[in-house]
């Protein structure tokens, strides 16, 4: 069985900081830049003092203002197998699962709120109640992707190989894979039992569903960016103005010289024509600290300790404001990416439950958010010209080449070369 006590390695200088956050040493450097620095106490130009939307939750007080779950009824699910009769009668790829090849003529509606809800509500839903156990790996996936292009018609790549073949993959499981599993092969906690700290992924939104639950643990956990935004504006705006700043976001191999990418965690957008004005932060912190078997790269400049606290401030802050959600298997979470951040608590399986969710990254044509310009490079390694022919939805779990701490080759040359963005 695979474990973390691997040798950690990163570039010198770097912060005493690990993936998981410890809060007596943010609070100790807290106190330590406090003392021996000067902190500018002001915001960045145009950014706003307080968010006001229902995107700005809290988990004290979201459930008593939103209904975040819908539980699918009878006709519904007969619907939905209906769908699933007639894309299975097509004979077509996975790929080519849309929303009419998979007609929900009377659950659209239903679905396009649910979208609806994700961009301009309050940023998230579970439609719960397919009962998983009725169907086969590959009619779940079917079904799960067939209600996923009605809330949001784009898939994305989440990864570019399968089997060590050119592939658009964009389908990926999250399941502890380190009980058979070389910890040096593992760069994301998605393949342990271990905790998820509060993080984001790429893309528009993302989608989460329950095959089965562990044995104990494995808690869902949202919490609005936006909330975190507002306290952190009100109290401590100087991390906002850090977050705001490039950061050199180690890519792991995954990308050609240099072998990182400067960019900000944190955008603005000021309202604009029919949009209102947004702010987005986009990071996972193993970019930063590295996981297991990807320890942050010795190349790369080392974070700074305004950079630590930030990430520690973040995570701590989503946590103080987060919601619990129970996951169960039939559930489908739908998330929005750019406006709250997820984490997993830690869990333990057993021979007969063993926790596993599948998951895609989705974009909406119609209602998807503009990207800032400094993402765009990243969304379009997601998005930009997957195929339905080359879609591929991999049936069985394993580490994807993203999240390897072992990077194939292929005449010397990283076969991720073309890149495939970090999450988790």
Do not use: C
């Not at 990308?255 to 947004?278: I, S």
């Not at 990254?361 to 990243?378: F, I, K, M, N």
């Amino acid at each position: 069985m695979a474990t973390s006590t691997i040798e950690r390695t990163g570039p010198p200088g770097q912060p005493d900081i690990a993936y998981t956050p410890n809060w007596d040493s943010y609070q100790e450097r807290v106190k330590r830049r406090q003392q021996t620095e000067t902190i500018d106490r002001t915001l960045p130009d145009g950014f706003p003092q307080k968010l006001e939307s229902s995107l700005a939750w809290t988990g004290a007080t979201v459930t008593d203002q939103y209904d975040w779950s819908y539980e699918l009824n009878r006709s519904e699910l007969e619907e939905i197998q209906q769908a699933l009769d007639h894309f299975k009668s097509q004979n077509k790829s996975l790929g080519e699962v849309n929303q009419q090849t998979f007609p929900l003529p009377n659950l659209h509606a239903r679905l396009r709120s649910i979208s609806a809800d994700i961009h301009n509500g309050y940023g998230f839903k579970v439609v719960r109640g397919i009962p998983v156990e009725k169907y086969t790996r590959e009619e779940n996936v079917i079904i799960y992707a067939g209600i996923a292009s009605h809330v949001a018609t784009i898939r994305g790549r989440q990864d570019h190989q399968y089997n060590g073949k050119p592939a658009d993959v964009v389908l990926a499981h999250v399941k502890d894979l380190s009980t058979h599993s070389d910890a040096k092969s593992i760069g994301s906690p998605a393949y342990t039992t271990e905790k998820q700290v509060f993080h984001t992924d790429a893309g528009d939104v993302i989608a989460l569903f329950a095959l089965a639950a562990a044995e104990e643990g494995g808690e869902s956990y949202l919490s609005s960016s936006w909330t975190v935004y507002n306290e952190l504006a009100a109290t401590r705006p100087d991390l906002i103005r850090t977050l705001a700043e490039p950061w050199d976001v180690d890519e792991f191999g995954k990308t050609g010289p240099p072998g990182y990418t400067p960019r900000p965690l944190l955008y603005h957008q000021p309202a604009e024509d029919n949009n209102p004005e947004r702010v987005i932060i986009q990071y996972a912190r193993r970019a930063f600290t590295g996981y297991w078997g990807l320890p942050r790269s010795a190349n790369i400049p080392a974070i700074t300790e305004a950079q630590a606290e930030a990430l520690d401030a973040v995570h701590f802050t989503a946590e103080k404001h987060a919601l619990a959600l129970e996951f169960r298997p039939g559930d489908i979470q739908f998330v929005n990416n750019l406006s709250i951040f997820h984490a997993r608590g830690g869990f333990r399986d057993s021979a007969k439950n063993q926790r596993h969710l599948i998951r895609l990254w989705l974009r909406d044509e119609e209602l998807h958010w503009a990207t800032p310009t400094a993402l765009q490079s990243r969304w379009d390694r997601v998005y930009e010209d997957v195929t339905a022919e080359n879609q591929v939805f991999p049936l069985e779990p394993s580490i994807r080449s993203a999240s390897s701490g072992t990077i194939a080759k292929q005449n010397g040359v990283p076969l991720s070369s073309v890149g495939i963005a970090i999450s988790a």
